[in-house]
């Protein structure tokens, strides 16, 4: 399967978050500074790729799930862009 640069960019970048969520939740648990920690992760993915929005928020709500921040992962609606 071929990616686009921008989508090899944005798999890196949501990597790295991942790493970054995984510190924090090992340092803080689910307490304030992790969900402070993960909202700048969210806001940073965001403005980087602004297209790919809902794609990202959902990705980082499954990662928070996974890492077991919240027992259900709250999804948002793809936009027909992001499908």
């Given at each position: 399967m071929l990616t686009t640069p921008n989508q090899d960019s944005?798999?890196?970048?949501l990597q790295h978050a991942g790493e970054q969520l995984r510190q924090q939740?090992?340092?803080h648990r689910c307490s304030a500074p992790f969900w402070d920690a993960y909202h700048q992760?969210?806001?940073?993915l965001v403005a980087a790729f602004p297209e790919r929005q809902a794609e990202l928020c959902n990705?980082?709500?499954?990662?928070a799930q996974r890492l077991g921040a919240v027992e259900k992962a709250q999804l948002l609606e793809l936009a027909d862009s992001e499908v």
């Open positions: 944005s798999r890196r970048s939740y090992a340092r992760v969210q806001r940073e990705r980082l709500a499954v990662f």
